[in-house]
């Protein structure tokens, strides 16, 4: 079974960006899709984006659509998510995921990443 890491999170200002990074280990499993969710402090589990095995195909959460950008890099075996202006909403542990499709859904997932947390200060 793969194994999710993120990494890249932290405390910053609103308004600043933070790229957040997800390592698969050994390897991304082939044709599946990624996603990122995140869960902020007395909240569930929430959908941020989606991302398909070549890239080409992404879907996002309305609240965070024209700020975040996922992507991913299949030779690193890793997958991004670029977060600009940031805001105080945006606090939260974020997980990336790994699913046999695009998945906005958290029963879809296959695997899940331990977390990092993103704490955005006003």
């Known amino acids: 079974q793969v194994q999710l890491v993120e990494s890249g999170g932290g405390l910053v200002q609103a308004g600043d960006s933070l790229r957040l990074s997800c390592t698969a280990s050994?390897?991304?499993?082939?044709?599946?899709?990624a996603a990122w969710f995140r869960q902020g402090p007395g909240k569930a589990r929430e959908f941020v984006a989606t991302i398909s095995w070549s890239g080409s195909t992404t879907l996002y959460a309305d609240s965070v659509k024209g700020r975040f950008t996922s992507s991913r890099d299949n030779t690193r075996n890793t997958l991004y998510l670029q977060m600009d202006s940031l805001k105080p909403e945006d606090t939260a542990v974020y997980y990336c995921?790994?699913?046999?499709?695009?998945?906005?859904?958290?029963?879809?997932?296959?695997?899940w990443g331990q977390g990092t947390q993103v704490t955005v200060s006003s």
């Open positions: 050994p390897r991304m499993v082939r044709n599946y899709a």
């Open positions: 995921a790994a699913c046999r499709s695009l998945c906005n859904i958290r029963f879809a997932v296959d695997s």
